[in-house]
């Protein structure tokens, strides 16, 4: 496939790049990456991605767009009030960039879904608001061999990891089992600075182009943690033996994936 | 002793254990840290008696479960 020029003009400062080039551009029109939640983090990870050219896009929530959520969810305006936000995040990302394909799924993941969703997507980005949702893309991502980059964000930190198949600990190998509902606060009585979306929903979409060109270092093996109020990033090194892990270590005592109860904050 | 906890080189009393840096730490939700001591995790059940040692490297990761 070669460029238009339309194309060499719009991806212009990517193919500069020696670590892209037209090659590594090609590599990204070739592409897809599955967004599960398009809220505060899959928001701008999906605009991000839209604009790079990643050639497939899918996106899957089950909400409708609220005014409550217009002070950080970028990729939805006051005029999407009350239309589904896969389809106004589809919206958007098609008047960026007309090269994406994207495909919409209005639901929320569970264990009936969710590894039909993630096998033909090439990474996985979870910005989901609940850990019900987390530890089930954690497990099925474990499971079906799929990279995806996990997230969370409250009040003024965020913090992510990424996990690629045998290159490291995933979610489960940290956190162990998900906290017993509403015993660590999650959600929207919280609340969070909009920019913080920003920033780690971008980190999550360049952990997706850099795993999709092959360039860099992941954050495969630790966790970058984020203070807004100090003014601080942290990379903090995870303990690399995950022989030990339920999902994915040895032994698995996990081989079916669960889903947990969703905290009462959560509830729609 | 001297301990480095979440990036910092902290003066803490000798024979400390895990669970009093906790507590000495203020760390949030202490039932829900997980805790990792020179890159390997500690086991919550341990909490109480490992003892931690002069130059030990200890992290606290917290769950954060927002997004939306
Ligand atoms: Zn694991």
Redesign the pocket.
């Known amino acids: 496939m070669a460029f238009s020029n339309e194309q060499l003009e719009r991806y212009s400062r990517h193919i500069i790049l020696k670590e892209v080039g037209a090659k590594g551009q090609k590599k990204l029109l070739n592409s897809s990456v599955l967004i599960i939640g398009a809220g505060g983090l899959g928001a701008p990870a999906a605009m991000y991605l839209a604009a790079a050219g990643i050639g497939r896009i899918g996106i899957a929530d089950a909400d409708e767009v609220d005014l409550s959520n217009l002070q950080r969810q970028i990729i939805h305006a006051t005029e999407d009030l009350g239309k589904a936000k896969v389809q106004s995040a589809k919206e958007t990302m098609n008047r960026m960039n007309p090269d994406v394909t994207v495909d919409t799924y209005r639901t929320f993941v569970d264990s009936e879904n969710i590894t039909d969703l993630i096998k033909d997507y090439d990474f996985i980005i979870d910005g989901t608001d609940n850990f019900p949702a987390k530890f089930l893309i ?1 497990d099925a991502c ?1 499971m079906a061999g799929k990279p995806f980059s996990h997230a969370g964000i409250i009040r003024f930190k965020g913090q992510l990891m990424t996990y690629v198949p045998g290159q490291g ?6 956190f162990k089992n998900p906290p017993p509902k509403d015993a660590v606060p999650t959600c929207k009585q919280a609340g969070v600075i909009g920019a913080m979306g920003g920033v780690i929903g971008s980190l999550q979409a360049m952990e997706a182009i850099k795993y999709l060109l092959g360039v860099g270092d992941l954050l495969t093996g630790y966790l970058l943690t984020y203070d807004a109020l100090k003014m601080e990033f942290r990379k903090i090194k995870l303990p690399k033996d ?1 022989s030990g ?5 040895d032994h698995p005592t996990i081989t079916e994936l669960i889903d947990y109860e969703q905290a009462e904050c959560d509830m729609h | 002793m001297k301990l480095t906890v979440a990036g910092e080189v902290k003066e803490v009393q000798d024979g400390i254990t895990i669970a009093e840096l906790i507590v000495q730490e203020k760390v949030e939700t202490p039932e829900y840290v997980t805790v990792s001591v020179n890159d390997e995790f500690a086991k919550s059940e341990n909490f109480q008696t490992q003892v931690l040692q002069d130059g030990d490297t200890v992290e606290f990761l917290y769950f954060m479960g927002g997004g939306q």
């Open positions: 954690n474990v600990p995933c979610y489960r190998c940290v995950t892990c339920a999902v994915c270590g």
